[in-house]
Every structure is written in structure tokens, then in C-alpha cells.
């Protein structure tokens, strides 16, 4: 999340809203950074942002541009070193990074450069980039980018501040999401989701595009290219898991891709069962849930109640954290499943695990049957570019079919959407997508590729 604004009041502010709205997308620690006049102070912490921020910490971070961070780890430790955004002096300047994403060749890289005796501070590939940026500096900060941008392999979304600048950055394949948006005075804003824009009421503009670089400074934009031959492979498990539902990605509002898919999946099972009742594994089932109950003429009722004070166990960084966030985060409203046939939607399957207790909550109050429908396909196949599902052995759609699945987290009957399926809920496949974990077609080469990618045969 970054802002620029002509006056130094309410922008860390701003970044703070804006980053309370994108707390689904990380909850071990956060940061804002921000400059005043190329001069640039930040305040991180572990936890979420309403803990790290009090109203008197913001009031001390004055600059008319900030930057800001939320931050699950899928590369480097869950500790405060590797908490966003990385601020960084070279000679005479000042630049703080805040990065989406994850690459693929950070271990190489680095590697490389501490060879040259450069000393890293983290474990994070983001100070990777900070030091990539600093070596092509001499260059000027875009052309910089531009060959960091043909360095660095994986997936990056990335907003930085220096000098009179608030510069965004996406990797040619558009792996992570980044879009622009503009302040009621002006001012502009970047932001993962456009759900931050609505935070702080900012309009939105247009996404960035693959491979994009965006320069804004004195309320003017300029925009470059990182030459690539890549193509663009955004991510599609944003549209089926990642991102809140009232987020526009790339053209498409989330809760409408994902109700699409419910639709998708209640054809598949028109005249196959009777059921009484529609509910969501919440949040992210939720849209896809209302979709089936719409499509099938089946009510949607509420069956799972969510603790709203507990994270999505999704991105805790332990399974066993996963396993127990799932009975604190999740308890069944009996009255509306005793005695009933229901239909469960959820977004996914990574483990299984977390399935198996929902499923076991719902028949100890007293379901009579629970269909568990999946909308989206398998999860069979590791993500390197910044989602966090595990080694391949830890997947369940790797290891067992899906009757297997089925009765491994005891529902009476099981369906994925297939990848066919799955292309239909967006509204225009052919701008590119990348659906690696579920088909094992990776942009780009990855680490162990070939224990990932299992023969066809």
C-alpha cells in the first residue's frame, strides 16, 4: 500500500486504513515507512495492525508519501528483522520497499552477492531486490528497476518510496496484484486490492500491468516497461481464495468469479441430491455458496458462525496453529443443521485437515448428511510465487483420489470443480492466468520442478 498526497497530514493515516482493509493478506507483522521532504522514518511490529498502531504513533509519522506492509512469510522467518517495508541508506539516499510476492532465484542471487561481500540483515528475498536497486542505482531508479525487473525470477508486486517519489512495480507475469487509485485532493494511491482504495475513498484508476513500472511524483504519473518475453500468468487462486470478495482483480470483482463458480458446481449437481440446506465454510466460501443456493434454488442458510477476532488459519504459519485456529475460529449453529442434508461450499482443499474437522463439527450437530463441494479445482501442486501452500507431500489431492478425499474427511459425497470448470469464472481467461497448483504448469522454472510435476500418464 503506498500513498502521495501534496500535504504531510493523514497520509500515514491513510496507508494505516488501507492496510486494516488488506489484513487478510498477512498477520504476523506489518509496517508503514514514510518520507517527508526524501527524509523516511517508519514504525514496524509483530501482530495486526490495530495492535502495532496507536493513534499517537501515527500522529508522529509526518510526510506528504507513505508506504506500508502486511506480511505472512512464505520466504524468510516469521520474526521482526523481515518485517515490511525494508528501508534501506545507499550514499546519499534513502529508499523503503514494500514487497508482494516471492522469487524463485533469491537464494541464487544472494548467494552471488555475498560473494561480492555483501552482508544481509534478513532472510527475506525482499532485501534481495532492495540490494539488486541499489547496485543499478548509478542508472537512474527506473532503469534500475528495469534491470532488477530482468534479474529476478518469481512474482512481484512491489511499492517503494525515495526521493519526491511513490514508485509501483509489477513482474511481467503479473503474478501478485497491484492497482492505482486517486485521493478526493488529488493525491494517488497503490494498492494490492482495490478494497484499500475503498478504505480511504480513493477512486479507482485501472490495475497495473504485467511487467509495469509507475512513477508518481508532484501529482504526475509516468509509466515504463520492463522488457520481457513473458507472458501474463496472473494468479487465479486470488480470485478463489486470496482476496476479499469485494475487491476488483484484473476486471473481475471477486465475489462475482467466485459465485460464478457456485453456479458452475450447482449444475454439475442438478438432480443428483436433495439437500435441505446451502452453507459456507466462511469468509471466502461464502460467495461461492450464495451462487449454488442461487443457481439451485436450495436456500442458503448460516451453519458455521466465524469468531471475527482470529485470523484465516489458511496463512497461520504452523499446521498445528491451523489445526487449533480451526475449532476457536469456527462453531456450528445447530438449530439450522440438526436433523438436515446439507451442502457445504468451500474455496479449496490444501490438507484436508482443516475440511476433516468442519465436516466432523457439522454431523456432531446432528447433519444428516454433508455433500462438501469444492469450488475450485485439486490442489496438487506447491506455489513458489507467494501462496503458501506446503510441499507437495502435504497436499492432499497429490497423495489421494477423490473418493479417497471424500471419506478421509468424512463427507457423504465430494466434488471439485475441474479446471475447464474453473476457467468459465473468469471473465476473461484468454488475458492470462496462472493455475500451476492445480495443473502443475509453472510460468517459469522452479525449485524441484520435478518432484512437483507428476507424469501425465
Not at 14 to 39: F, M, P, W
Not at 88 to 99: E, G
Request: aromatic content about 8%; charged content about 25%; proline content about 3%.
Amino acid at each position: 500500500m503506498g500513498v502521495l498526497q501534496d500535504t504531510p497530514e493523514n497520509t500515514a493515516a491513510y496507508v494505516y486504513l488501507g492496510l486494516y482493509a488488506l489484513q487478510h493478506r498477512g498477520q504476523e507483522s506489518c509496517g508503514i515507512a514514510v518520507n517527508n521532504d526524501t527524509e523516511i522514518t517508519q514504525h514496524r511490529g509483530m501482530g495486526l495492525v490495530g495492535d502495532v498502531f496507536t493513534s499517537e504513533e501515527l500522529r508522529k509519522q509526518k510526510g506528504d508519501i507513505a508506504i506500508g506492509h502486511v506480511r505472512y512469510s512464505t520466504a524468510g522467518d516469521s520474526d521482526i528483522k523481515n518485517a515490511q517495508p525494508l528501508t534501506v541508506n545507499c550514499k546519499d539516499w534513502q529508499i523503503a520497499l514494500a514487497h508482494n510476492g516471492n522469487l524463485v532465484n533469491a537464494d541464487a542471487i544472494k548467494n552471488m552477492l555475498q560473494d561480492d561481500g555483501v552482508i544481509f540483515m534478513t532472510s527475506s528475498d525482499t532485501e534481495v531486490i532492495a540490494n539488486l536497486i541499489a547496485r543499478n542505482y548509478k542508472f537512474g531508479i527506473v532503469e534500475a528497476l528495469k534491470r532488477v525487473g530482468q534479474i529476478v525470477k518469481g512474482a512481484y508486486a512491489l511499492v517503494l518510496t525515495m526521493g519526491d517519489m511513490l514508485i509501483g512495480v509489477r513482474d511481467p507475469y503479473g503474478l501478485r496484484p497491484l492497482c492505482l487509485g486517486q485521493l478526493d485532493n488529488g493525491g494517488y494511491a497503490l494498492a494490492s486490492e482495490s478494497c484499500a482504495l475503498d478504505a480511504i475513498n480513493a477512486k479507482f484508476v485501472r490495475d497495473v500491468e504485467p511487467g509495469e513500472i509507475i512513477v508518481i511524483s508532484d501529482k504526475n504519473i509516468e509509466s515504463y516497461k520492463i522488457e520481457s518475453w513473458a507472458k501474463p500468468r496472473r494468479c487465479i487462486f486470488e480470485l478463489v481464495y486470496f482476496a476479499r470478495p469485494d475487491s476488483l482483480i484484473d476486471g473481475d470483482e471477486v465475489h462475482e468469479s467466485r459465485a460464478r463458480a457456485g453456479k458452475l458446481l450447482a449444475k454439475v449437481d442438478e438432480g443428483k441430491i436433495n439437500a435441505d440446506v446451502v452453507m459456507a465454510v466462511p469468509d471466502s466460501g461464502v460467495s461461492a455458496a450464495i451462487g449454488y443456493a442461487e443457481e439451485s434454488g436450495i436456500p442458503y442458510g448460516v451453519g458455521l458462525i466465524k469468531n471475527r477476532y482470529i485470523g484465516r488459519t489458511f496463512i497461520q504459519p504452523t499446521q498445528s496453529m491451523r489445526e487449533e485456529g480451526v475449532d476457536i475460529k469456527l462453531n456450528v449453529l445447530r438449530s439450522n443443521v440438526e436433523g438436515k442434508s446439507v451442502v457445504l461450499i468451500d474455496d479449496s482443499i490444501v490438507r484436508g485437515t482443516t475440511s476433516k474437522r468442519i465436516v466432523d463439527k457439522l454431523k456432531k450437530a446432528g447433519a444428516k448428511e454433508v455433500h462438501f463441494r469444492v469450488a475450485s479445482p485439486p490442489t496438487s501442486y506447491s506455489c513458489f510465487f507467494g501462496i503458501d501452500t506446503p510441499n507437495r507431500d502435504k497436499l492432499i489431492s497429490s497423495k489421494l483420489s477423490m473418493e479417497e478425499i471424500k471419506d478421509f474427511i468424512g463427507a457423504d459425497s465430494l466434488y471439485y470443480l475441474t479446471i475447464d470448470e474453473l476457467k468459465q469464472t473468469v471473465a476473461d481467461f484468454d488475458k492470462g492466468y496462472c493455475m500451476a497448483c492445480f495443473n502443475g504448469d509453472y510460468p517459469m522454472e522452479v525449485p524441484f520442478k520435478e518432484e512437483q510435476v507428476r507424469s501425465s500418464k
